[in-house]
């Protein structure tokens, strides 16, 4: 049997951009992508704080160092330029796994600088 536990979060992200004519999906400064060990096209959770929208997609790759948070297609509806957003990422463990698995957490300042990692 395996069990659904978090991989990753990104936590307090602010949106930055919003891009309602771009196919789906959500993109990423590169650096972020990389602290949270998350996957170019791996499935998200996107979790607005301002309006309790929760949405799936997959991660596309944004500048390094950009900050860049971009909500593109029709996740572009869920969310505004300055909306805080928590990014979570989900992984499948077998049973005996579960007590080994550290999920990689990083919190963000307001220009989704890293604050703190975990």
């Given at each position: 049997?395996?069990?659904?536990?978090?991989?990753?979060?990104?936590?307090?992200?602010?949106?930055?951009?919003?891009?309602?004519?771009?196919?789906?999906?959500?993109?990423?400064?590169?650096?972020?992508?990389?602290?949270?060990?998350?996957?170019?096209?791996?499935?998200?959770?996107?979790?607005?704080?301002?309006?309790?929208?929760?949405?799936?997609?997959?991660?596309?790759?944004?500048?390094?160092?950009s900050?860049?948070?971009?909500l593109?297609?029709?996740?572009?509806?869920?969310?505004?330029?300055?909306?805080?957003?928590?990014?979570?990422?989900?992984?499948?463990?077998?049973?005996?796994?579960?007590?080994?698995?550290?999920?990689?957490?990083?919190?963000?300042?307001?220009?989704?600088?890293?604050?703190?990692?975990?």
């Open positions: 049997m395996f069990v659904k536990l978090m991989k990753s979060k990104i936590h307090e992200a602010t949106i930055t951009e919003s891009n309602l004519d771009y196919e789906g999906s959500i993109t990423i400064d590169e650096e972020l992508i990389e602290k949270a060990g998350l996957a170019i096209g791996e499935e998200v959770q996107v979790l607005n704080k301002n309006n309790g929208e929760r949405l799936e997609t997959y991660v596309i790759k944004g500048e390094r160092g900050g860049e948070i971009c593109n297609g029709p996740a572009a509806r869920k969310g505004h330029i300055g909306d805080k957003v928590i990014i979570i990422s989900y992984g499948y463990y077998k049973k005996e796994e579960i007590d080994k698995q550290s999920p990689k957490i990083i919190l963000l300042n307001n220009k989704n600088e890293i604050k703190n990692s975990m």
